[in-house]
């Protein structure tokens, strides 16, 4: 049996030819980041760099509070601008709802690209698993995040309780450089349930305890029927987008220039 | 020094070109010297015709007993250091005995030059394709000017091209099949295989395909043979179970490959293996070579997949 | 040795991170200047990392995590060098090139996912390509790992139904396959490292293996999401392939794992149009896995699938889930003969759950499930195992816990069997379990059938099972328990004479099974539970119906013969107190011999029982109290028991005993609303003779301690003569009272009187309450008004 190669077969077009680079670019960014060892530097003097579009969001809750359908609802915007509304209905259209209970295993990602000023970032939104013997790898992901977003059942006040340990568990595990002013989103999720009769976190309970821990924005949502949704995602993004502008940079401890140019002439390794 | 290049400094320039330089695909090649220089790429059968022009140093003549330009084929051992052995041997006879006052060019034509092998840079043996203009002189010595080409031969898909199969293994211990898609392979083509294990009771650490490049010079006692791995290519990671089936996708293009060269004028021969090493957590290697045959592919045409 | 390897671990993996974060950063500044082909080096440079086989999955995942955030970087690269028109299928042969597996492998399926969103090929292409290609990596946690980033960035781009990636009809069926191939094969190599290294680090490795089960599980999750996996879908192919693996790979932690994983991950009305094929792969696990657990997990989903909304319930009927449950827990227990009975418990546990949730109205089904448990238990004996025993606990709690209604559980007619293997000390903790509902909910139980059914359930706590009394029990908790069989013996009542009768007496039947040191606690309420219904009929005309039916009398023949029976405690205190109770009721139902006979039996536990003084004084007490209330007694008979009275005072052992109960006895001689009942005489008798007694008792006191004792009791017996005086007794002069005073008031005053505040205040108020009665004027003024003091 041969493995078909369907793919890759036929490829006989030239190779990208850029393997040259400008030496000047390179030696100037170099002596650039020599200067700047390891420190935080806002965004104005950084190298542009396409990693700085790339913005880590991460949900977490109880299980069963909806937090694989809050991001399963959120719409991409590939398209902006007039016919973004239309776009996003059709998203909605499409996406079908699943009322039941459906357990999220380890983490899981989305993608979505969001238009923020003029700029387009890439947000990665994490899923994780509100059910702990699902999560047995642990929350390495945590790192790196620019947005924690914290979700619970407004119909259920154990998932309300555990919003604090959610949020301790994830400034203890993601250690941002500045846990105080890390930005997280609340969202009481379920509003729709019952007609809110079954609700029992009020809405003034929950805006209290968000401005108890340093004013996290707040919203509620229903993602069954795509309530509130939306906004929700874009204070995140924002927020994302803010906490993304710093970021640390990372440098080698020994930089041989020598050994640069001549790794760099001998080839790459493929 | 000066003055001694001074004094043996040629009386005259003599510059080789050939007609059709500038649509003539040029290709890389790397001089005795490390150089790396551009040279025109021929093929057998083709036309190699152009000018030569001598050229004295202005206020001196060039008295000669009259100027060839030779076309030759090469083969020069290594360990046979200046020996050349001509397999093709062609001369144009350009001028006849007397004195060059200024620049004097001269047309050259060999037509359908008859070039079997291909230009060939090995580690013990090199073939290379040369225009040698000779200004005979009586006693100061002749002068002589070089102009190398690189010469390629195509060949069409082999209309026989049949996949290499195998069962091998050391009894009660390993036993693997493996799978190359083909035989014969051109320098661009991508090796597709598998290797499927039948039975494992070794742990094995990895699997890689390695490339080998067997050059063989000489003959009889004097036989110099020369093994090069020229790609290891990793296959597998990890210790395999029985049952499992591992693909092979090798792109031939980034390694420096040349065409198969079967026993070229008696001087030499270069063969390729693809070698399958497998190696155990205790660094023993397993292995078993498998000889396979490239060509150089003619360009735009299809190859049977 | 194990801290170091920690240690050690933690080095390797700051190396690890080193080496990433230095390659990572040149990759960062050939991606700056567009260099692709250092952009490759470096990449591949830092993929190398991943090649460790030094890291736990723990730490290796927390390098993996930083390889995978530098690889999003470098995917966006990817995508706008394919945006700025290079050719995605060069860099994806481009990413071959690279020499070492691990690092060609990520480098190939992130180019893959820039490939597929590229859309320059069918997206089931390349996933089969890179799916196919990813095999070369044999090593477990290396390949999961890979595999696992595989699936990461494929995620949102499997050729869904609605997916921008949607290709023809086999759309879905292509995206399916291919996370089912990928899920097989991590599986394999899951389950390959149980079986690699040596035999001495399997606890280690397993814990490893318990590390990396999300990385394979999280497939399953995946299957989950897409959309276009329906129920036909999943019945079809997506449920017998993964259970095909599931059920193949004979590995008990991944099999319990990842039926774990199907239960959770997929909806709950697709495990009801699928139970027979769930069900079915069960039997065919591993001997040693805990289909307890998955099957309950299971029951338990459903369940509250069940609870979530009625409209979802015709399903369950629909496709018969209670029998197709059943049958399946039969055949596992069947198939796993080694089951230990906890296990047996737990599934039918479950069982029991899920039928009364699903089908409350069925009464059958739960008797069913409780029917095929006490077979499965049959032959075992009473069960000994801690956990089992809780089990049924659970198991026997559930129907209490549905129905808030022990009725309705006493209708499961093997409810009873099961707790017929429970051994003695959990018997008993059914039993409480069982009270506290009832008392929770108030349950009524009404009948004397069901209050049979009842006390047969809970007969660990009425009577020593075995017949032998257990000693070691606690003193506190057996006071407790037997407590709640009194309030429970309360609660039992019905508004139906007759049938209240026959409660009584099945209550008894058992009650007096119990031993003497439960009739202690027993015994009251029913006595009391008795003399409610005798007050319920002391209203009503005397038997129409001849002699079955229930009289005052019959129920009073019965609580004799029920006080009777502390006597073989024995309990005279305790047994005189309930006689003169009952003596009470029948003076209120006019049945003089009955209240006489209760009084005499009294009278024979006073004098033959009770022989420590304080008892006889307060029996005495009480007795007098009855007495005193008594209407119903005849002059004769009155007189008789009277008489005794009086005489038992006089023989109490200390004097102010004695005058205490003499002046006491003076009230049977006065009965405010009876003219028949006022013996002016007799009265003053007696509180003459206190006196007398008080006098002997303080010279007693004189003699024994050389000073006299306090004049408490001629103040007591002031303030008796005050009384008779007050309700006009004709033989309490004005001048008695006054004698009495001024002799009170010289003891007082003697010097050889101890002096006693409390007297001296008791006595003060006394004159302060005549001052005040004076002072009234009227009528009661007038009386009093005589008095000097």
């Not at chain 1, 390179?26 to 003097?45: C, K, T």
């Not at chain 1, 945590?142 to 059942?153: E, I, T």
């Not at chain 3, 190398?48 to 390889?67: I, V």
Request: aromatic content about 10%; hydrophobic content about 35%.
């Amino acid at each position: 049996m041969v493995v078909a190669n369907k793919t890759t077969g036929q490829s006989s077009s030239v190779r990208p030819n850029r393997l040259e680079s400008s030496d000047q670019l390179r030696s100037l960014s170099l002596s650039l980041s020599l200067s700047l060892r390891s420190i935080r530097i806002p965004r104005p003097y950084t190298m542009p760099s396409r990693r700085r579009t790339l913005l880590k969001v991460i949900i977490l809750g109880d299980s069963g509070v909806g937090k694989t359908s809050l991001m399963n609802q959120y719409p991409s915007m590939r398209d902006h601008g007039e016919s973004y509304t239309q776009f996003c209905f059709l998203l909605y259209v499409n996406k079908k709802f699943s009322n039941q209970y459906k357990a999220t295993i380890g983490a899981d990602f989305l993608t979505k690209e969001v238009q923020f000023e003029d700029r387009l970032f890439t947000l990665q939104i994490w899923d994780t698993a509100g059910q702990e013997r699902f999560q047995s790898l642990g929350v390495a992901f945590y790192r790196g995040a620019d947005c924690c977003v914290l979700v619970y059942d407004v119909n259920s006040m154990k998932s309300f309780d555990n919003l604090n340990n959610w949020r301790e568990e994830f400034l203890i595990q993601a250690s941002p450089s500045d846990p105080e002013n890390f930005p997280f989103v609340v969202i009481g999720n379920k509003i729709d349930v019952d007609g809110g009769n079954s609700r029992v976190v009020s809405e003034k309970k929950a805006r209290a305890w968000c401005a108890s821990k340093g004013n996290i924005p707040y919203f509620e949502t229903s993602a069954k029927e795509g309530i509130n949704v939306e906004e929700a995602f874009q204070c995140i993004a924002k927020n994302a987008v803010k906490s993304g502008e710093e970021d640390e940079i990372y440098l080698p401890d020994v930089i041989d220039v020598a050994t640069v140019g001549q790794t760099r002439s001998s080839g790459c390794e493929c | 020094m000066n003055y001694l290049i001074g004094a043996f400094k040629p009386s005259c320039n003599i510059s080789i070109t050939f007609s059709d330089a500038k649509t003539r695909k040029q290709v890389p090649f790397k001089k005795e010297n490390g150089q790396t220089v551009m040279l025109p790429l021929f093929q057998s059968q083709e036309n190699i015709y152009g000018k030569i022009s001598v050229e004295p140093v202005p206020g001196k003549k060039v008295e000669h007993n009259g100027i060839k330009v030779e076309l030759l084929g090469q083969i020069e051992m290594y360990f046979d250091r200046g020996n050349f052995y001509d397999f093709t041997s062609l001369v144009r006879e350009l001028d006849i005995p007397g004195e060059i006052y200024e620049k004097k060019t001269f047309p050259f034509e060999f037509s359908k030059v008859e070039m079997p092998y291909e230009t060939y840079n090995g580690v013990n043996v090199r073939l290379r394709y040369v225009l040698k203009v000779t200004i005979s002189r009586g006693y100061a010595g002749s002068i002589v000017e070089y102009q190398d080409f690189v010469v390629r031969n195509y060949s069409p898909p082999p209309p026989i091209n049949n996949s290499i199969k195998m069962e091998v293994g050391i009894e009660d211990c390993l036993h693997i099949e493996f799978e190359y898609n083909k035989s014969k392979y051109h320098l661009k083509d991508i090796i597709i295989g598998k290797i499927y294990f039948l039975l494992v009771r070794i742990k094995i650490k990895n699997m890689d395909l390695e490339i080998r490049r067997r050059e063989s010079t000489g003959s009889g006692a004097n036989t110099h043979v020369e093994t090069e791995t020229l790609a290891k290519f990793e296959l597998m990671d990890g210790a395999p179970v029985r049952g499992e089936s591992i693909p092979i996708r090798l792109f031939l293009s980034p390694y420096e490959l040349t065409p198969t060269h079967k026993n070229i004028n008696n001087k030499f021969s270069v063969k390729y293996y693809l070698n399958l090493v497998l190696v155990d957590e205790e660094d023993r290697r397993y292995f078993k070579q498998q000889e396979i045959t490239i060509y150089r592919l003619e360009e735009n045409s299809s190859v049977p997949s | 040795m194990m801290a170091d390897g920690h240690e050690d671990e933690e080095k390797w993996l700051a190396a690890g991170i080193a080496g990433l974060q230095q390659n990572a950063f040149y990759m960062h500044r050939a991606l700056d200047s567009n260099n692709l082909r250092d952009a490759l080096k470096y990449s591949a440079q830092m993929l190398s990392e991943l090649r460790t086989s030094k890291l736990s999955p723990h730490k290796y995942y927390e390098l993996y995590m930083r390889a995978f955030d530098e690889l999003r970087k470098l995917e966006m690269f990817f995508k706008e060098e394919a945006r700025r028109g290079c050719s995605v299928i060069d860099l994806y042969e481009l990413v071959q090139h690279a020499g070492n597996i691990l690092p060609r492998l990520y480098l190939l399926c992130t180019v893959g996912s820039v490939y597929i969103k590229s859309k320059e090929a069918p997206a089931k292409d390349v996933l089969k390509d890179l799916v196919e290609m990813c095999r070369g990596i044999q090593h477990p946690v290396r390949g999961l790992f890979l595999r696992s980033y595989l699936s990461q960035v494929s995620r949102d781009k499997l050729p869904d139904i609605g997916s921008e990636y949607e290709g023809d009809a086999d759309t879905v069926t292509d995206a399916v396959e291919f996370v089912l191939q990928n899920f097989t094969e991590m599986n394999k190599l899951w389950v390959r490292m149980q079986h690699q290294g040596p035999a001495r680090e399997k606890e280690k490795r397993e814990k490893e293996r318990s590390e990396l089960r999300d990385l394979v599980g999280k497939n399953l999750h995946v299957l989950g999401q897409i959309e276009g996996v329906d129920l036909e879908m999943y019945k079809e192919t997506v449920l017998p392939r993964v259970l095909e693996q599931v059920v193949n790979c004979k590995d008990e932690i991944a099999q319990f794992y990842l039926m774990d994983c199907i239960i959770q991950v997929f909806p709950d009305e697709y495990h009801l149009q699928t139970l027979d094929i769930l069900l079915g792969a069960c039997p065919q696990l591993q001997p040693s896995v805990d289909i307890k657990t998955v099957l309950s997990q299971l029951m338990e989903r459903l369940s509250n699938y069940a609870a979530s909304s009625t409209e979802v319930l015709p399903e369950f009927l629909q496709v018969e889930a209670f029998s197709k449950l059943s049958n399946a827990i039969g055949k596992v227990i069947e198939a796993q003969v080694d089951m230990p009975t906890v296990g047996v418990v737990t599934l039918y546990s479950s069982l029991l759950k899920f039928t009364l949730h699903v089908h409350p109205d069925r009464l059958d089904y739960a008797d069913q499930v409780l029917g095929a448990c006490v077979k499965k238990l049959a032959g075992k004996g009473k069960i000994e195992d801690n956990k089992a025993t809780k089990q049924i606990v659970a198991l026997l709690s559930a129907p209490l816990d549905k129905y808030n209604d022990i009725v309705t559980a006493l209708k499961l007619s093997n409810y009873p069997h099961v707790m017929e293997y429970l051994d003695n000390e959990t018997n008993k903790v059914m039993a409480t379990v069982i009270i506290q509902s009832i008392m929770k909910n108030k349950t009524q139980i009404s009948t004397a059938e069901k209050v049979e059914a009842l006390f047969e359930l809970i007969k660990g706590l009425i009577k020593d099972l075995d017949g032998t009394p257990d000693d070691e029990v606690d003193e506190d908790d057996f006071k407790e328990e037997q407590n709640s069989v009194a309030r429970l013996i309360q609660m039992l009542c019905n508004d139906d004479p007759e049938e209240m009768f026959k409660i009584i007496c099945t209550v008894r039947k058992h009650v007096l099974t119990g031993g003497p040191k439960r009739l202690l606690f027993t015994v009251p309420p029913l006595v009391f539970s008795s003399l409610k219904l005798v007050r319920q009929l002391q209203g009503q005309d005397e038997n129409p119906f001849g002699d079955d039916t229930t009289t005052p009398k019959k129920i009073f023949q019965l609580l004799n013969q029920t006080i009777e029976a502390l006597s073989s405690i024995p309990a005279p205190d305790l047994a005189l107190r309930l006689y003169l109770q009952c003596a009470e009721a029948a003076n209120d139902c006019e049945l003089e011999p009955v209240a006489y006979e209760f009084f005499t039996q009294a009278y024979i536990l006073y004098e033959e029982e009770i022989s420590d003084s304080k008892a006889q004084v307060t029996a005495l007490h009480l007795i007098i109290g009855t007495l005193q209330r008594m209407h119903v007694f005849g002059v004769e008979n009155r007189d008789t028991l009277t008489h005794k009275a009086t005489g038992y005072s006089a023989k109490l052992l200390k004097k102010p005993d004695q005058c205490r109960a003499v002046y006491a006895c003076a009230h049977l001689f006065w009965v405010d609303d009876q003219e028949n009942m006022k013996d002016g005489e007799r009265v003053l008798i007696c509180l003459k003779r206190a006196l007398r007694i008080a006098n002997a008792a303080q010279q007693m006191s004189n003699a024994a301690r050389g000073s006299t004792g306090s004049s408490t009791l001629f103040v007591e017996i002031l303030n008796k003569y005050l009384y008779f005086f007050e309700k006009g007794n004709p033989q309490i002069t004005v001048a008695s009272i006054q004698s009495l005073i001024e002799l009170i008031t010289n003891e007082m005053q003697s010097e050889s009187t101890t002096p006693d505040p409390a007297t001296d205040a008791f006595f003060a108020s006394t004159l302060r309450y005549i001052q005040f009665q004076k002072q009234k004027g009227g009528a009661v003024g007038e009386k009093y008004e005589p008095i000097k003091a």
